[in-house]
T-cell receptor
């Protein structure tokens, strides 16, 4: 079957670095997405990876290893506004997104 | 309008009633989607439409129907609501072109539905 695994909750300190991991199993693979979702709001797009390697976008970076079915989202210089849920989603062979349950990130001062 | 809008923002509904959730996008995206989001679960696809005039079933289609008469609108109908349909419903759209490009999905603000 198709499955996405990511930790339920993580805690980090303001100004620090945090890495949120995601493993996936899908029927075919057409890319890995990360979204941010603040409480009570809609998911917003953060990053997309389809080739192995690291994609950097400001304070956020995303990594993909297709052979390992693994991705991570790296957040640097954490700010209080980064407190949110981070959703990992893999696109399968039908170009449909399979979603993880999300990782709730709590930032402490 | 800029992006995707959904209506209503929230609704309390008696079981057995019919309800239509509205979704409109102004980005001329060909593909549209309806998801439900429940605590502890990932977003689950209810129905989708790759282009105007076509629709398809997602992971959890039972009890829901959709139509796509034009590019901009993609309403979701609950014919006879049940308490298990209490959820937050998100509409999304993407400029999907058969896998070329990123197919990034953009989400509306959501509808919080409670069925009693």
């Amino acid at each position: 079957g198709q499955n996405i695994d990511q930790p339920t909750e993580m805690t980090a300190t303001e100004g620090a670095i945090v890495q949120i991991n995601c493993t996936y199993q899908t029927s075919g693979f057409n890319g890995l997405f990360w979204y941010q979702q603040h409480a009570g709001e809609a998911p917003t797009f953060l990053s997309y990876n389809v080739l192995d390697g690291l994609e950097e976008k400001g304070r956020f970076s995303s990594f993909l290893s297709r052979s390992k079915g693994y991705s991570y989202l790296l957040l640097k210089e954490l700010q209080m506004k980064d407190s949110a849920s981070y959703l990992c989603a893999a696109m399968d062979s039908n170009y449909q997104l399979i979603w993880g349950a999300g990782t709730k990130l709590i930032i402490k001062p | 309008i800029a992006g995707i809008t959904q209506a209503p923002t929230s609704q309390i509904l008696a079981a057995g009633r019919r309800m239509t959730l509205r979704c409109t996008q102004d980005m001329r995206h060909n593909a549209m989607y309806w998801y439900r989001q429940d605590l502890g679960l990932g977003l689950r696809l209810i129905h989708y439409s790759n282009t105007a005039g076509t629709t398809g079933k997602g992971e959890v289609p039972d009890g829901y129907s959709v139509s796509r008469a034009n590019t901009d609108d993609f309403p979701l109908t609950l014919a006879s609501a049940v308490p298990s349909q209490t959820s937050v419903y998100f509409c999304a759209s993407s400029d999907s072109n058969g896998g070329q490009g990123t197919d990034t999905q953009y989400f509306g603000p959501g509808t919080r539905l409670t069925v009693l």
